[in-house]
Structures are given as C-alpha cells and as structure tokens.
C-alpha cells in the first residue's frame, strides 16, 4: 500500500512520507509487537535518513522493539559511524533520542548468524533455470528474523544486472542471505546474461 501511494508522487517532502506511511501503520498492529526494518547499505541511493525519522517518529512510543539490519549480501561490513550516517544520525543524537533504536549488520558468512529453510530441489532449479543449472539450493537467510513479530524494507527499486530489479524480496535473497544461495543466484545471473537480465521484471534468478 505505502509503495502505491509513495510512486504517485516525485517530490517525497519529509511532511508527505510521514502522512503515507503513518496511514499505512495504522491498518497494522503494531501495538507492543517486536520489528525489524531491513534497510540497504551505502551502495543504494535513497534518503535512508528521511525514513528513518519517520520511522521512528510514528512507532518507537508504539513498537516493543525497533531493530534495523543492513541488508549486506556480500558486502563489507558498516562501522558504527558508517551506520550513523546513513540513517543520519551521530552517537549523542542516538543516545538521546533515538535510544530505542539498534542496528545490526547482516554477517553472510558466519554460520552463527544464519538458519536454513529448507533446500530447492535440483530437478525444480533445472527446470526454472531451462537447463542451465542442474544443482539443489540451500535456502540460507539471517536467523535474525526469526526473533520478530513483523519484517519491513525500506529502501528503492532499480535496475539490477544479477536479479534484474532490486528491491523488494531481493533483501532477503540475497540482501541477508547466507553464502550458498548467494553464490547460486549470482551465478544463474551470470549465465543467463547481464542482457537479458538487467531491468527485466520477472527473470529465473
């Protein structure tokens, strides 16, 4: 619903995307539940810090629990402060008006943080790869989401040359995806094509 009212518009003033997204929370409950925003790293361009006010302006009174995780896929790893300026904040604004809120980099290769779903047959990879693979998956993500009550994203869509489009269910795979499905995916990727995949709706990866 927030995606539908946000696109109409070209020009998100902070007022405009604190109306959309506080009438969009009120049709959930999130009274008392326990949260957990999936954002991008400094590789995606979007005002992470706008959100991030309104975010936390209309939920941190209501919410038991106002996480963020950095939807890394492979890459490096954010300091504190590379943190903080992506949501635009520095350590004495956090711990004096944004204490609630803790943030958390996604760690793909430490077999600590992450749990398996369950595995993607091989016979069903052959069959949505046309051929081009022929290997089961291990559905791997963050076992941090297990500990919340709801999951959101934030963050944009663009043209992506692995997936076709980023955004969306792409935070999850591979955003805080564990290795082996990474690889997998990168690879299908890769050999369908950057041209036949990139900014292409719905493609096999």
């Given amino acids: 619903m927030l995606a539908q009212i946000v696109r109409t518009h070209s020009n998100l003033t902070e007022q ?25 790293d400094n590789s995606r361009t979007t005002p992470m810090d706008l959100f991030f006010r309104v975010v936390y302006r209309l939920l941190a009174d209501r ?17 504190e402060n590379e943190i903080y300026q992506r949501v635009g904040l520095d350590a004495e ?4 008006m944004y204490q609630k809120a803790r943030f958390f980099n996604h760690h793909y290769d430490d077999p600590r943080h992450i ?23 291990n559905v791997t ?12 994203i934030i963050g944009p869509t663009f043209p992506h040359e692995v997936v076709g489009f980023s955004g969306g269910n792409k935070y999850f795979f591979p955003g805080i995806a564990g290795q082996e499905i990474i690889d997998a995916s990168h690879w299908l990727g890769a050999l369908i094509t950057n041209n036949k995949i990139n900014g292409i709706k719905d493609t096999p990866v």
């Fill in 16 to 40: 405009y995307v604190a109306t959309a997204c506080e009438e969009a929370f009120e049709k959930l409950d999130l009274n008392n539940k326990k949260l957990l925003f999936i954002i991008p």
């Fill in 63 to 79: 919410v038991k629990i106002l996480d963020f995780l950095v939807a890394l896929g492979t890459h490096p790893q954010l300091s």
């Fill in 93 to 96: 604004l956090h711990r004096t």
């Fill in 115 to 137: 749990v398996s779903f369950g595995i993607v047959p091989a016979d069903f990879v052959r069959a949505v790869s046309n051929g081009l693979m022929n290997m089961e998956i």
């Fill in 141 to 152: 993500i963050n076992k941090m989401i297990l500990e919340y009550d709801m999951l959101m």
